[in-house]
């Protein structure tokens, strides 16, 4: 796992996420002539942030975002949420701007948020929940499993994908914004009918840890029924544990294919974790491997 435990490392916070496009365009140039098949990789200004890596003919797309939670500097040592971190005051902040290494913690309350640092942060500078990764026979717990577990999936997925997109994404965690270019783009080289949203859930009343991995029927958005129908029969064929997720809140890069001018169909699969969008986020080691197991088999059934 130290491929994740790289990637946990990385500070790539919603409009900030240069530094984990180049680790993994490094990471692929090094790993690619050991896959099963070497993708078309896609990077360049044209793709802002963004990489796409093509094997063989496409028929379904994976997309997981790289994006993460965090703060901005304001003035008068004011944070400004990016996206929507959970706020407690206490939590330890690291960051860097041209006069150096920052590393604060948050204060305040739903009134405002400032940070503790000795000295004035550069306006502008992101600042990212301080990394304390914690793994057990049972668990992995860390900041930012969501989205970096994704990553990971679409990743062990690469290894022995023959035929599909792997697509990594920014913007998902503050409105979104990179999906309608990369669906155009996906749709004038190589179209799909289908894609899959390799991204992080959470813990509920009716979705619990060791129990398998999520697929949403549902969250704000509501995705075509027999798509998802298709979807759950082939879970049950591939024997792999899974539950079924119901909720009336949250999104993801589905929303965006749903709004797009595109038949694409889509379906959210992920792990669950508990302690959303806290540096604590909790994620069963059974339900991870259970995610990466089904990605692997719908990819080649799909």
């Known amino acids: 796992m130290k491929i994740l435990y790289d990637l946990l490392e990385i500070n790539g916070v919603s409009g900030d996420e240069s530094r984990t496009t180049k680790f993994l365009c490094e990471y692929v140039e090094k790993r690619k002539k050991y896959w099963k098949v070497v993708p078309k990789?896609?990077?360049?200004?044209?793709?802002?942030?963004?990489?796409?890596?093509?094997?063989?003919?496409?028929?379904?797309?994976?997309?997981?975002?790289?994006?993460?939670?965090?703060?901005?500097?304001?003035?008068?040592?004011?944070?400004?949420?990016?996206?929507?971190?959970?706020?407690?005051?206490?939590?330890?902040?690291?960051?860097e701007d041209s006069l150096g290494s920052i590393r604060c913690r948050l204060q305040g309350d739903e009134d405002g948020f400032v940070h503790d640092f000795p000295r004035g942060i550069e306006p502008g500078t992101c600042l990212s929940f301080e990394q304390n990764v914690r793994l057990d026979k049972n668990f992995i717990q860390a900041a930012y499993l969501d989205n970096r577990l994704g990553i990971y999936n679409a990743l062990k997925l690469?290894?022995?994908?023959?035929?599909?997109?792997?697509?990594?994404?920014?913007?998902?965690?503050?409105?979104?914004?990179?999906?309608?270019?990369?669906?155009?783009?996906?749709?004038?080289?190589?179209?799909?009918?289908?894609?899959?949203?390799?991204?992080?859930?959470?813990?509920?009343?009716?979705?619990?840890?060791?129990?398998?991995?999520?697929?949403?029927?549902?969250?704000?958005?509501?995705?075509?029924?027999?798509?998802?129908?298709?979807?759950?029969?082939?879970?049950?064929?591939?024997?792999?544990?899974?539950?079924?997720?119901?909720?009336?809140?949250?999104?993801?890069?589905?929303?965006?294919?749903?709004?797009?001018?595109?038949?694409?169909?889509?379906?959210?699969i992920g792990a669950p974790e508990d302690n959303v969008h806290t540096p604590d986020e909790k994620v069963s080691l059974k339900d991870l491997k259970a995610m990466i197991d089904l990605y692997k088999f719908l990819m080649k059934e799909l």
Not at 68 to 83: E, K, W
Request: charged fraction near 20%; aromatic fraction near 12%; proline fraction near 6%.
């Open 41 to 95: 990789i896609f990077f360049s200004d044209e793709f802002h942030d963004c990489l796409l890596l093509k094997f063989g003919i496409p028929r379904t797309a994976v997309f997981a975002h790289i994006d993460t939670i965090g703060f901005m500097a304001r003035y008068n040592n004011q944070l400004v949420p990016v996206g929507g971190p959970e706020l407690i005051p206490g939590t330890w902040l690291v960051g």
């Open 158 to 268: 690469c290894e022995t994908l023959e035929n599909g997109w792997i697509v990594f994404s920014t913007y998902e965690e503050h409105g979104g914004g990179s999906m309608p270019f990369l669906l155009k783009f996906i749709q004038e080289e190589a179209p799909i009918k289908q894609a899959l949203i390799s991204d992080i859930t959470w813990v509920s009343e009716g979705v619990r840890h060791h129990e398998g991995v999520a697929i949403s029927i549902r969250d704000k958005f509501i995705p075509r029924r027999s798509f998802l129908n298709k979807i759950v029969s082939l879970a049950n064929k591939s024997k792999i544990p899974f539950q079924i997720e119901v909720e009336g809140a949250g999104g993801s890069d589905g929303r965006e294919i749903q709004f797009s001018p595109y038949p694409i169909d889509w379906c959210f």
